[in-house]
């Protein structure tokens, strides 16, 4: 047997906790588990309070990425209108077949079915489309409505049908250049198109999309939701409208005398062979182009038929020397310096005056002529002879004040300057050539308004295409008025100028073929050779000397009537026509046939109806006057003529143009405030009256379609 206190005798009894011990070791316990609870409260109060309040607007955006949608509405990009109201361009939906690749079964059996169905679309690039990850693919933008229905009927899953904006150019090919184009992003991508793109396109470029690498286009971002059953529901209301519109433009541009100079314009070139032609309508009080015409046509509905050099506003964009027309200016400026008069007799030395070792030859060779003469039977020796009675700055101040040399300031997406050489490059040879216009390049809308300048009694006007930029609900957007830029000569210089110029179509000029039967034309030939360039009619070819081309031309002739108060500004370039091509020949009857159905279009009467004019008010009120026909496109008499009121107080400004309301207002000390476009039919302060203290007045101006509907003769009105 084991002893009692042998190793495994018996085992330790267990110790026993005592109840305090108990106790504080359940408090322990039950502080761990309260902090630990604190805690999980603290982090979670904390977490909370954040994602609430310091991170609540980034959650509420990650929300919004789950579950809201965005619609993109294409904008609608405004319309282009002639001065009546005719659309010239506008926007129509169109359908566009597009394919979302992740619903379509057969990529290629579908790909061959809509290859057959759509002409132009390449089936191996296509196939590569349909087998993408993408969930929107174009299949063929703007399609026609027949290729719409074939591929409806074809019922092919994962094709869709939507629509998009397609630029539409109602008359074709009238006014194509100007206008220009939009492209498939409906972004402007020439002519007015481009260069009032800001207008015509809501600026949305905060919303804008990129899509392929393409130009941005103009978009309108509408949020929603979708139900469990895909309905719906916007988010801040459906819009109105959901595409927005970008403003209307209204051109100066009249649809008809448009269509009738393309006409006119293409007929000439046509019959003597050309390569080009302009032709310019200008309204000479305004500045306002009536038409714009470059031949050959460009259709901006179909610009892939034509070919690119036709796509250019040549009317803008190209320069040439203007040859003979040159001379009027010339002869302008000596007379601006009272260094000549019009019956002066010069000798032009039978045609032919050497300066240095330099050679110049007449047309029409002549032993004398008087000033007048010397442009009706375009001398360039007479010319040269009258241009050395003054200084050559005299000279070029003349020419850059009519505006050759810089840009006019038309709206377009872009214009050429000319070119004058520098003053320190001017040689004799030089002065006499620029004088008769060689050695000078202009553009034809300079010299058009340039030649409206002398019509508007030596007042220069900035050209204008745009009449109004007006937005959505009718509301003028930008106020666009007739802009004076300069006077460059006197009245009665501008006069004599005109006066010379009517020799030219007198049955002893140049170009009796312009002359129009009851109207006076005043016009000037040009027969301008061209440079040696390396090109003919658009074409490279090899030039056997420099200098100017053998065989090569621009005839060009251009008018003011009637010449007694000139309404019209008309220009016409034909470029290239075959053999020598006389303005007068070929340009000449181009003219004729624009200014005389203008003429009777807008209501200009012959020169045998003259206003009657009275030297009182008094005086015309007891008189029963003769009805006086409308006059002019935006201005002329309408019922009883103007009136002209004796010397001292307010002077009479009813039936006047822009230019000689200024020029009367300024005489008599007066402020003028101009309203409205046209002739002068209310003033202020009736005829007569004395000044007021503040020496202003308001003259209101009225078009012919608010002439229409008015009462005959003028208005006076405080």
């Keep these: 047997?084991?002893?009692?206190?042998?190793?495994?005798?018996?085992?330790?009894?267990?110790?026993?906790?005592?109840?305090?011990?108990?106790?504080?070791?359940?408090?322990?316990?039950?502080?761990?588990?309260?902090?630990?609870?604190?805690?999980?409260?603290?982090?979670?109060?904390?977490?909370?309070?954040?994602?609430?309040?310091?991170?609540?607007?980034?959650?509420?955006?990650?929300?919004?990425?789950?579950?809201?949608?965005?619609?993109?509405?294409?904008?609608?990009?405004g319309d282009i209108l002639d001065r009546s109201g005719e659309q010239l361009a506008t926007s129509v939906?169109?359908?566009?077949?597009?394919?979302?690749?992740?619903?379509?079964?057969?990529?290629?059996?579908?790909?061959?079915?809509?290859?057959?169905?759509?002409?132009?679309?390449?089936?191996?690039?296509?196939?590569?489309?349909?087998?993408?990850?993408?969930?929107?693919?174009?299949?063929?933008?703007?399609?026609?409505?027949?290729?719409?229905a074939r591929v409806r009927a074809l019922k092919l899953d994962g094709v869709l049908i939507t629509q998009e904006w397609k630029?539409?150019?109602?008359?074709?090919?009238?006014?194509?250049?100007?206008?220009?184009?939009?492209?498939?992003?409906?972004?402007?991508?020439?002519?007015?198109?481009?260069?009032?793109?800001?207008?015509?396109?809501?600026?949305?470029?905060?919303?804008?999309?990129?899509?392929?690498?393409?130009?941005k286009a103009s978009v309108v971002k509408v949020p929603y939701i979708k139900d469990i059953r895909g309905k719906k529901a916007y988010m801040e209301g459906l819009p109105g409208d959901l595409s927005p519109e970008g403003s209307t433009l209204e051109l100066t541009i009249d649809a008809n005398i448009q269509d009738v100079a393309d006409k006119a314009l293409a007929k000439g070139v046509q019959a003597h062979g050309g390569h080009t032609g302009i032709a310019l309508v200008m309204e000479v009080e305004t500045g306002d182009l009536l038409a714009v015409s470059n031949y050959p046509f460009f259709n901006p509905n179909t610009p892939g038929k034509t070919e690119m050099f036709v796509w250019k506003n040549r009317a803008f964009k190209d320069q040439f020397e203007p040859g003979s027309t040159m001379k009027v200016f010339s002869l302008a400026a000596v007379l601006e310096q009272g260094k000549v008069s019009l019956d002066e007799i010069i000798d032009v030395e039978n045609g032919r005056m050497k300066i240095g070792r330099h050679w110049i030859r007449d047309t029409h060779r002549s032993e004398e002529l008087s000033?007048?003469?010397?442009?009706?039977?375009?001398?360039?020796?007479?010319?040269?002879?009258?241009?050395?009675?003054?200084?050559?700055?005299?000279?070029?101040?003349?020419?850059?004040?009519?505006?050759?040399?810089?840009?006019?300031?038309?709206?377009?997406?872009?214009?050429?300057?000319?070119?004058?050489?520098?003053?320190?490059?001017?040689?004799?040879?030089?002065?006499?050539?620029?004088?008769?216009?060689?050695?000078?390049?202009?553009?034809?809308?300079?010299?058009?308004?340039?030649?409206?300048?002398?019509?508007?009694?030596?007042?220069l006007m900035r050209p204008r295409l745009i009449r109004r930029i007006l937005t959505e609900d009718g509301r003028e957007l930008v106020p666009s008025r007739p802009e004076p830029v300069d006077q460059v000569l006197s009245k009665d210089v501008a006069r004599a100028a005109i006066d010379a110029m009517e020799a030219c179509t007198g049955p002893d000029g140049t170009a009796p073929a312009a002359a129009i039967r009851g109207y006076g034309v005043a016009g000037k030939t040009g027969t301008?050779?061209?440079?040696?360039?390396?090109?003919?009619?658009?074409?490279?070819?090899?030039e056997e000397k420099k200098g100017y081309a053998e065989d090569a031309w621009i005839s060009s002739f251009v008018g003011l009537v009637p010449a007694s108060d000139p309404k019209l500004a008309i220009l016409i370039i034909v470029d290239e026509p075959e053999g020598r091509g006389f303005g007068g020949v070929v340009a000449a009857p181009i003219f004729k046939e624009i200014a005389s159905w203008s003429l009777r279009y807008l209501g200009i009467p012959s020169e045998e109806i003259r206003p009657i004019k009275v030297s009182s008010v008094s005086k015309a009120r007891k008189e029963k006057l003769p009805e006086a026909p409308q006059v002019g496109l935006d201005g002329g008499y309408v019922g009883s003529p103007a009136l002209v009121v004796g010397a001292g107080g307010v002077p009479d400004l009813l039936g006047e143009s822009m230019s000689v309301v200024l020029r009367k207002a300024k005489m008599a000390g007066l402020q003028v405030n101009l309203e409205g476009t046209g002739r002068s039919f209310k003033q202020s302060l009736p005829p007569g009256t004395a000044l007021?203290?503040?020496?202003?007045?308001?003259?209101?101006?009225?078009?012919?379609?608010?002439?229409?509907?008015?009462?005959?003769?003028?208005?006076y009105a405080p």
């Design 371 to 459: 000033a007048r003469d010397v442009i009706g039977q375009s001398s360039n020796v007479g010319i040269a002879k009258l241009t050395q009675r003054i200084e050559k700055e005299e000279l070029l101040s003349i020419l850059t004040r009519f505006g050759f040399g810089k840009k006019t300031g038309v709206e377009t997406d872009y214009e050429v300057k000319g070119r004058i050489q520098k003053l320190s490059n001017w040689a004799d040879i030089t002065y006499a050539n620029i004088s008769f216009g060689q050695g000078i390049a202009v553009s034809a809308i300079q010299l058009v308004t340039a030649f409206a300048a002398l019509g508007n009694e030596g007042l």
């Design 167 to 215: 630029r539409f150019y109602p008359k074709g090919d009238l006014l194509g250049q100007v206008l220009g184009r939009a492209g498939m992003d409906a972004k402007g991508l020439d002519g007015l198109e481009k260069a009032m793109d800001s207008f015509l396109f809501p600026n949305a470029s905060s919303d804008s999309e990129q899509a392929d690498g393409k130009e």
């Design 692 to 715: 007021p203290e503040n020496k202003s007045i308001t003259v209101h101006f009225r078009s012919p379609a608010e002439r229409s509907a008015a009462v005959p003769g003028g208005v």
């Design 528 to 542: 301008a050779q061209k440079p040696a360039t390396g090109y003919r009619r658009g074409k490279k070819v090899k």
């Design 1 to 77: 047997m084991q002893k009692r206190g042998g190793k495994n005798a018996r085992k330790e009894r267990p110790s026993v906790i005592e109840p305090r011990d108990r106790l504080q070791s359940f408090r322990k316990r039950l502080l761990l588990i309260v902090g630990l609870i604190l805690i999980l409260f603290g982090v979670g109060g904390y977490r909370s309070f954040s994602l609430q309040v310091l991170e609540r607007d980034a959650m509420l955006k990650e929300g919004e990425r789950n579950y809201l949608r965005t619609m993109i509405v294409e904008a609608r990009r």
């Design 93 to 148: 939906r169109v359908d566009t077949i597009v394919a979302n690749p992740r619903e379509v079964r057969n990529p290629v059996e579908t790909a061959r079915a809509l290859v057959k169905t759509l002409s132009g679309v390449n089936e191996q690039a296509l196939v590569r489309k349909l087998k993408s990850k993408s969930w929107w693919e174009y299949v063929k933008r703007r399609v026609t409505e027949e290729e719409s």
